[in-house]
């Protein structure tokens, strides 16, 4: 039995409508109240449903409609983290750049409330039968990666281990366990410091906050398993390794190499999402390590860039990654979400369409 509700998927994110971003900006402004901001983006959430259905996807987002930073908004709600405002930096050429807001463990991590359930359950009421709710958290090894031992508190973790990763788990576990009961059976993990692991400047900076580059990916599969450990029957828990999309100082490159055993083998998760859209990713030997009983979704088709693949050279692409790991043990997908893109740019929405069709098309003639 193939774990996916179809051989084609996706990462999540849509494009946000111009009148999305125009209701977030007053609100921002306080011209409107946090109360109309959603009804506007229950209006979004609803037509974004509804593209997904149109195009054919079995597993349907909320396009991650209701997100300013995907993964600052989950993880601040968690009892014991706090977030530093975002600060902008002055660079050499005289321009300004936002630096992303730093995340900060200041007291015992624990699940303070519901975070999803109520987007859930609005998602839930917009879906087809037939088609699966899909809920994008953030990885919680984000807690760990961009502070490493210095954003952690030292007088509610002298030792990170066990207390800190078990916390973390149980506060995952909650989260998982609130959306379970109330129907969801789909949930995926984005994870951004597995994909830097690959990559030589970013393991350098591990390095230099006193981790080692070679151990924390098989620290973070023991710090995910004890995430699945928890998990509810009958969910389906997938994770996407995020090179990054905006136009970041670092998007990671690198081969998969470094993590794959540890990502593949060690961690007892259902599915991956690997971004393959280009060089930067390397080959597909690192595919060896997949054990039977997991699926790898093959990101292929590039959210980057509106020109469309080809669908000769993803099925190409496609064998070549059958050489490693079973064609059945493969699907499909974009390899990232699609909101990283220009705001309101028609050509783009337009491609972001051709794109999930040339996905769902392509993944029905390779695997029927």
Sequence with gaps: MHPLPARYDHVGSFLRPAYLLEAREQKAKGQITPEQLRRVEDRAITEIVQFQQDVGLKSITDGEFRRTYFHID?????????????????????SEELAPPVMRVID???????????????????????????????????????????GISKEAYPELEPDFYDDVAKAYGDELRSLAAAGCTYVQMDDTNLAYLCD?????????????????PHRYARFINKVVAQKPAGMLLAMHLCRGNFKSTHAAAGNYEPVAEALLKEMDLDAYFLEYDDDR??????????????????????????????????????DEAARYAPLEQ????????????????????????????????????VWG
């Design 200 to 216: 030589e400047k970013m393991r350098e900076a591990a390095r230099q906050r006193g981790d080692d580059p070679n151990e924390l």
């Design 281 to 318: 990713s390397g080959d597909f030997r690192p595919l060896r390590f997949l054990p039977k009983g997991k699926t790898v979704v093959l990101g292929l088709v590039t959210t980057k860039f509106g020109e469309m693949e080809s669908k000769d050279m993803l099925k190409r692409r496609i």
């Design 74 to 94: 989950f993880l601040e709600q968690l009892g014991g983290v706090k977030t530093d405002i975002p600060v902008t930096i002055q660079k050499p050429d005289g």
């Design 108 to 150: 015992k991590v624990r699940h303070a409330k519901d975070i999803q359930l109520a987007d859930f359950e609005y998602l839930k009421s917009q879906v087809a039968a037939g088609n699966t709710p899909k809920v994008t958290i953030p990885s919680p090894t984000m807690l760990h990666f961009r502070g490493g031992r210095g």
């Design 330 to 365: 493969l699907a499909l997908s974009p390899q990232c979400g699609f909101s990283s893109t220009v705001h309101g740019n028609n050509i783009a929405v337009q491609a972001q369409r051709d794109k999930l069709r040339l996905v769902v098309e392509t993944a029905q003639e």
